[in-house]
């Protein structure tokens, strides 16, 4: 058996035991949380040890130079996102009045990851848009 077949064999497993500990939550049983929430989070354990073998597994099989561009493109994005994003922009005292701990460095990492969000996403469909003309008048 291929190494695809057992990850789609564990993919639906998975997904079926997070089905019913959904269903548990939703059907509010109190002293079932604690047991499900410590199943979810070796379940996610799981799922992120298995990624992580994977993407090194491409790592080592795949093409290195393309894999570090790419990286390195995201890198970039954080980056100018980061410096882009100034954290003053935003009241901050009505957060604060509530209790909640807001500083300009909170403010900063928000609008940080707003950018990044914004840029990626843009990228994501452009490449998607070009990538569907492209198509089309290749045709």
């Known amino acids: 058996m291929n190494t695809h077949k057992i990850i789609k064999i564990i993919a639906f497993a998975l997904a079926i035991l997070g089905s019913i500990f959904a269903l548990m939550i939703i059907s509010g049983s ?21 990624v992580l073998i994977f993407v090194l597994k491409g790592l080592v099989t795949g093409d290195i130079k393309k894999t570090l561009m ?5 890198l ?6 980061y410096a882009m994003s100034s954290g003053t922009d935003l009241d901050l005292q009505p ?3 509530k209790g909640l ?3 300009e460095a909170t403010s900063k990492n928000v ?3 707003l950018y990044a969000f914004y840029v990626l996403a843009f990228l994501a ?5 070009f990538g569907g003309v492209k198509k089309i008048l290749n045709k």
Request: no cysteine.
């Open 30 to 50: 109190d002293g079932m949380i604690d047991n499900i929430l410590f199943i979810t989070y070796a379940v996610l354990g799981l799922v992120l040890a298995l």
């Open 70 to 74: 790419t990286v390195g493109a995201f």
């Open 76 to 81: 970039a994005v954080i980056f100018i996102t």
């Open 95 to 97: 957060f604060n009045d």
């Open 101 to 103: 701990g807001i500083t």
């Open 111 to 113: 609008g940080a990851g």
């Open 125 to 129: 469909i452009g490449s998607m848009l």
